[in-house]
């Protein structure tokens, strides 16, 4: 498919282009979120898989390693509501996104070059061919209108930010770096990402109407510190951008570009060996419009707790569930997905409500 580049202008460094273009791991209230009623495991699952989960409107969406001696990836669904797995890739499944309206797509990398499938929430289905030039993908998002966003290796350097435009169907160029672009991140409707600007970092946001990304104020790049890359952000909001940073999670404000804790995490300190028995996994934490959600491990009682605080930093933190262990963590709509076991036999995708 031959991308459409039709007006092109410099911010910065960087170089934006129109096009005919479109109309979270942060979760947001979702149109087609369903909300369980109490907890309850919805699938077993291997924990020696390197299980990833994301909660999107009716599904949980799982990628997997597979056994064997070659490094493969599944990917499956399972209704949040409990029901039949159904697997929309047995084997060499890339990078992968889903929205609350039960629309879904990923990499399919047994093509040669690889290719998007992209499924609808009618289970209409379709295989996107990538822009020319475009072979290795570092990112996948898709809006709320179930249009596609590509964060590309250029191979001349650098990344480029491309849209697929599910009711036009064409790939647009959104933007190009050479000094390399980070993403993606929910943005109330629409979808966000990170890049140079002049003095610092800013975050560019997709025009939902299918003009050029819209660029807020410079974010400090000491403010985003060694965590400078998509793993390290947690989430977004309309005041803020929320990145882990060490024992802390910080909001850098998206008008003035400062920061303040907004979650500290720092763990209970030992007297002998240096740690004491309540350690937060900081690496956990997921965030929806209210509240935060981290898993903390008690060393004393070889147990796991997903624990709960509002953003506003007024409430107190509660406990959800104990467990055994916590593996994976998602947010989404109403609800609450996590890879947890009650014993070490007993491995299982749970879903429970907030």
Known sequence: MLPLQRIGFFVGSTILVLGAGGCSQNGGSGNGAVCVAQERTIAPIDPNAGSGIILRGGYVYVQQRDAGPNYTRSFTRVP????????????????FAANDANTVVWEDLAATPPVLEWRGPQQESRTLALPDGVQSIADLALDRAGNVFVLAIDPKGGNTVWRY???????????????????????????????????????????????????????SKQNLGPYNGVGSVVGLDATALYVANGNHVMAIDRTTGTSTTALDLTPEQGTASGMGPIQPDYTSVRMDDASFYWVERDRDQGTASIRRTDKSGKGSVSTLTTITDVQSLAVGGCSLAYVGAQDSSSWGIVARPK
Do not use: C, M, R
């Open 80 to 95: 949040v509501s409990g029901g039949p797995t159904e697997t929309l890739a047995d084997s060499k499944a890339g990078d």
């Open 165 to 219: 435009s599910a009711e036009h169907q064409t790939f647009d160029l959104l933007h190009h770096n050479i000094a390399g672009l980070t993403g993606f991140f929910e943005d109330a409707t629409g979808i966000a990402w990170l890049g140079p600007a002049t003095g610092g970092t800013a975050l560019y946001h997709e025009d939902v109407t299918g003009g050029a990304p819209q660029v807020s104020a410079n974010l």
